[in-house]
């Protein structure tokens, strides 16, 4: 069971808890954000190349590789 979003101290680890705790379907991209901020700390940069990379089928996002 998750904390309550209340009791996390760090800003941004609360408000993707926040975030996260709406959605029955979470959109990729933020789950990607939460995932990461998750296991690298909210002070890690999420990497550029994870939101600006072309795909090969020509859309935006993460590439599938």
Known sequence: ????PRTIGDVLLRRNAENSA???A???NILN???WH???GSGAPYP???V???RE???KGAPTR
């Open 48 to 50: 550029a190349w994870a």
């Open 1 to 4: 069971m998750n904390p309550d």
């Open 33 to 35: 954000r939460i995932l």
């Open 22 to 24: 709406r959605f029955d």
């Open 26 to 28: 979470c959109p990729e």
């Open 38 to 40: 998750a296991v690298r």
């Open 57 to 59: 089928d020509g859309k």
């Open 52 to 54: 600006s990379a072309e």
